[in-house]
């Protein structure tokens, strides 16, 4: 069966246009409610979302579909994606859902579950529930005195915290540290600063105004310009920088370099390998992780094993493999000894724990590895296009053929926009440039061939 909502991270689409509006929302609470009815307890889920306008349209709507399946909710209003995971395990309940389009503009939203465990639901899953909601039928609703009921969690939001508190090495504190924590107006902003504060920093606040609108607007982790700033105006010890669902964080040192999801990988890696902690047989990454951390993973007698771009196929690999340390380049960082999913706040304490237990500034601290030179340029397409075709395939290859030995050409499309990523990686950066401009161009041209 072919997938018409999921895409690789749940759902995701334009607000009130198909298949972001009310109506489908609802179809899915009612879909999930009923494939998740497992056992003759009371069913529970748990619905959390980020900042965005169109949130108020789609959590009623999903509370309606589960409530009429006979799911009692539990509505936590803002909270990131991996507070949601973690809640979900913790409340015992059968289901989560986040309502965020994470790092894309407001207008964007979408919808991700998670089960029981924590973990995002399988592919068979996913496809169960296209099925129910293409059937429209209602067949295994709750009779009138079944219907669930929705109620608000107060404490939600500080047993996130303390969860997040209990990863941070017991004896030490961020006292005496200065941090700026950009929470792009997102899910995070009324959590991210408390955080740091009780752990001991002092706090610099970005992006907590949320409106509604300016979620991921100019700040955050795809934004940090205006962290750097901060960082160096306010001469702080560190930057954070979350994303709108905070399941992803960019760092900026204290000479206001930044430290890339790759970085943040290796300098666990090693910290918890030096400890004994790390399990499995390295570290798992994706296909656009630089090849310098690759070379510093094995440097440790490790592996770096890479698995396709999207972080639910890097935490199958790492169950599979049973690693413990996982992530992405752009700041999905996975650490399955304290959670489920990516979570930005969690990476970001691992990584002060090594600032505090070297008692070295960020920018000593920070720098693992050198990367090699590596660009990416996207490439916006009216339609999709096959990548496989001969007559781009063949280029492609050619391409490819020009560095061999010397560098990496990736160039795939994206799960979540309509956009050609391709990532040029090479020693020369004269070749680098030139591989990268001569691909970008064929591929442009080769859109407007098949549009």
């Given at each position: 069966?072919?997938?018409?909502?999921?895409?690789?991270?749940?759902?995701?689409?334009?607000?009130?246009?198909?298949?972001?509006?009310?109506?489908?929302?609802?179809?899915?609470?009612?879909?999930?409610?009923?494939?998740?009815?497992?056992?003759?307890?009371?069913?529970?889920?748990?619905?959390?979302?980020?900042?965005?306008?169109?949130?108020?349209?789609?959590?009623?709507?999903?509370?309606?579909?589960?409530?009429?399946?006979?799911?009692?909710?539990?509505?936590?209003?803002?909270?990131?994606?991996?507070?949601?995971?973690?809640?979900?395990?913790?409340?015992?309940?059968?289901?989560?859902?986040?309502?965020?389009?994470?790092?894309?503009?407001?207008?964007?939203?979408?919808?991700?579950?998670?089960?029981?465990?924590?973990?995002?639901?399988?592919?068979?899953?996913?496809?169960?529930?296209?099925?129910?909601?293409?059937?429209?039928?209602?067949?295994?609703?709750?009779?009138?005195?079944?219907?669930?009921?929705?109620?608000?969690?107060?404490?939600?939001?500080?047993?996130?915290?303390?969860?997040?508190?209990?990863?941070?090495?017991?004896?030490?504190?961020?006292?005496?540290?200065?941090?700026?924590?950009?929470?792009?107006?997102?899910?995070?902003?009324?959590?991210?600063?408390?955080?740091?504060?009780?752990?001991?920093?002092?706090?610099?606040?970005?992006?907590?105004?949320?409106?509604?609108?300016?979620?991921?607007?100019?700040?955050?982790?795809?934004?940090?310009?205006?962290?750097?700033?901060?960082?160096?105006?306010?001469?702080?010890?560190?930057?954070?920088?979350?994303?709108?669902?905070?399941?992803?964080?960019?760092?900026?040192?204290?000479?206001?370099?930044?430290?890339?999801?790759?970085?943040?990988?290796?300098?666990?890696?090693?910290?918890?390998?030096?400890?004994?902690?790390?399990?499995?047989?390295?570290?798992?990454?994706?296909?656009?992780?630089?090849?310098?951390?690759?070379?510093?993973?094995?440097?440790?007698?490790?592996?770096?094993?890479?698995?396709?771009?999207?972080?639910?196929?890097?935490?199958?690999?790492?169950?599979?493999?049973?690693?413990?340390?996982?992530?992405?380049?752009?700041?999905?960082?996975?650490?399955?000894?304290?959670?489920?999913?990516?979570?930005?706040?969690?990476?970001?304490?691992?990584?002060?724990?090594?600032?505090?237990?070297?008692?070295?500034?960020?920018?000593?601290?920070?720098?693992?590895?050198?990367?090699?030179?590596?660009?990416?340029?996207?490439?916006?397409?009216?339609?999709?296009?096959?990548?496989?075709?001969?007559?781009?395939?063949?280029?492609?290859?050619?391409?490819?053929?020009?560095?061999?030995g010397i560098g990496r050409l990736l160039v795939r499309a994206s799960g979540t926009e309509p956009v050609i990523r391709v990532m040029v990686e090479a020693e020369d950066e004269a070749l680098l440039k030139d591989v990268l401009e001569?691909?970008?161009?064929?591929?442009?041209?080769?859109?407007?061939?098949?549009?």
């Open positions: 069966m072919e997938r018409r909502l999921f895409g690789t991270d749940g759902i995701r689409g334009l607000a009130n246009t198909h298949p972001m509006t009310a109506e489908v929302a609802l179809a899915l609470g009612k879909a999930a409610g009923r494939l998740f009815q497992r056992g003759d307890h009371r069913h529970r889920v748990v619905i959390g979302k980020d900042t965005r306008l169109s949130g108020y349209m789609l959590e009623p709507a999903l509370t309606a579909g589960f409530i009429s399946a006979g799911m009692d909710v539990m509505l936590v209003g803002p909270m990131p994606t991996p507070g949601v995971a973690f809640l979900t395990r913790s409340l015992r309940a059968d289901l989560g859902v986040v309502i965020s389009a994470s790092h894309n503009p407001y207008h964007d939203n979408g919808i991700k579950l998670f089960g029981p465990d924590g973990f995002k639901l399988s592919d068979e899953a996913e496809l169960e529930i296209e099925r129910l909601v293409d059937s429209g039928s209602t067949e295994g609703l709750a009779a009138p005195a079944d219907l669930g009921r929705a109620k608000r969690i107060d404490d939600a939001r500080g047993r996130y915290i303390e969860n997040l508190k209990s990863s941070f090495p017991k004896g030490l504190t961020l006292a005496g540290l200065k941090i700026v924590v950009d929470s792009a107006h997102g899910a995070a902003y009324q959590l991210a600063g408390t955080l740091l504060f009780e752990l001991g920093a002092e706090v610099i606040r970005l992006g907590v105004q949320p409106n509604g609108l300016n979620i991921n607007e100019n700040c955050g982790s795809n934004h940090p310009e205006s962290l750097r700033e901060a960082v160096l105006r306010e001469r702080a010890d560190l930057g954070v920088a979350l994303d709108g669902d905070a399941d992803r964080v960019v760092l900026v040192d204290n000479e206001g370099s930044l430290i890339d999801g790759d970085q943040v990988l290796a300098l666990i890696a090693r910290s918890w390998h030096g400890e004994g902690r790390l399990k499995g047989r390295g570290v798992v990454a994706t296909v656009m992780s630089n090849l310098g951390l690759e070379k510093h993973v094995r440097s440790l007698g490790l592996e770096l094993l890479r698995t396709k771009v999207g972080d639910r196929y890097v935490v199958e690999r790492m169950r599979a493999e049973g690693c413990n340390v996982g992530g992405e380049q752009s700041g999905h960082i996975i650490l399955s000894d304290f959670a489920t999913t990516g979570d930005g706040l969690l990476a970001a304490l691992q990584v002060l724990a090594v600032i505090r237990q070297q008692d070295r500034p960020a920018a000593e601290v920070g720098r693992v590895f050198t990367p090699l030179p590596q660009q990416l340029k996207n490439i916006r397409v009216a339609r999709r296009i096959d990548l496989t075709a001969p007559e781009i395939a063949g280029f492609l290859d050619r391409e490819q053929a020009r560095l061999d001569t691909v970008s161009e064929r591929i442009a041209a080769y859109s407007q061939e098949a549009a």
